[in-house]
């Protein structure tokens, strides 16, 4: 008889994960609380590791079709002036695509090698009669929750995200602009469109509904091309704002039958890689337990491979965002930048 996976979450880890494991010859149901996928959202990079994760389940000439290629970038000051050029990552350019394009390719390879079932909540996962059980619930996952208890909630970061596109504002830039405190993006995305984000330190839940655009011209009013042309073209239905959640260090990211994979083991953003390690924890998981002769066994050796690995890169996203949020003495702030690129991107 073959063995039975429940995913709790149909986003990329949970639809990667059902095709991988699909593909070996489980029988998988997807439980996503959401009654379809969602309809708007911005660029995400996709780094090497994440398209040979792509490869593997056969999205990944989808995504490089789809995509935007992007081979080098930069980080500049408000007036325009270089800190630090963005090395191209070692296999590569990275490819950006929307997340609602990556779900749709996704999606489509899934609805062939699982049961999906939208709207359909898991509050408890000990209801689910199944061999193996992957908690792929993002960051406020209930879950992990209910796996490891309230010490590992998620926890707010100190800082805030906006982000959005622009339409009929085709680019080929990718920028990051570090101001005082603040930085604002810009990159590539299919369609013509210009993709951007902005991050500030502030306080969880001070929001400003209908007055966002005003709070980003304020606070990146006067700033060089191209965020000034940007902030001049967004609108405020576009805007997506949200306080960004991190998840304390986990023990283990197993618990009996049960596994974490993507944002349900969250990072801040600003690597850029939360989507793209979600992708290879999907495809690592599924190797793990195609590579051994027991459900247990493969989890462990998941535990083994890819736990210190999204721990080392949480932590370097962390000391990127704290350096990004410095105020005070930002030639010193851009001196540590430049050291923290002679490396190369994290691999």
Known sequence: MRRHAAIIGGGIGGLA???????????????????????????????????????????????????????????????????????????????????????????????????LRFADPVDDPARLDADLIVAADGVFSRTRER????????????????????DGMATSTFVEVWGRGVNFGVTPQEGGRTNWFAAAAAPAGSFHPGAETAVLRRMFGGWAAPVGPVLEAVTEPGILRHDVYVTPPLPSHVSGNAVLIGDAHAMTPDLGRGACEALVDAVTLAACLRETSTTA??????????RPVTRRLARMAGAAGRLSRVRHALPVRDGLLRASMLAGPPA
């Open 147 to 166: 796996l490891f208890g309230p010490a590992y909630r998620a926890r707010h970061s100190g800082a805030t995200a906006w982000r959005g596109t622009v």
């Open 297 to 306: 066994e493969g989890l462990r050796d998941y535990d083994r491979r890819r």
């Open 17 to 115: 994960t059902a095709i991988a494991l699909g593909n070996d010859g489980w029988r998988v149901t997807v439980h996503e609380r959401d009654a379809a996928l969602p309809a708007t959202g911005t660029a995400l990079g996709m780094w090497p590791a994440a398209l040979r994760a792509l490869d593997a389940v056969k999205a990944g000439h989808a995504v490089r079709a789809t995509g935007c290629p992007q081979e080098s970038g930069e980080v500049r000051r408000p007036d325009g002036s270089r800190i630090v050029t963005i090395r191209t990552p070692a296999g590569g350019p990275v490819h950006l695509i929307s997340r609602p394009a990556l779900l749709g390719i996704l999606h489509r390879a899934a609805s062939a090698a699982a049961d």
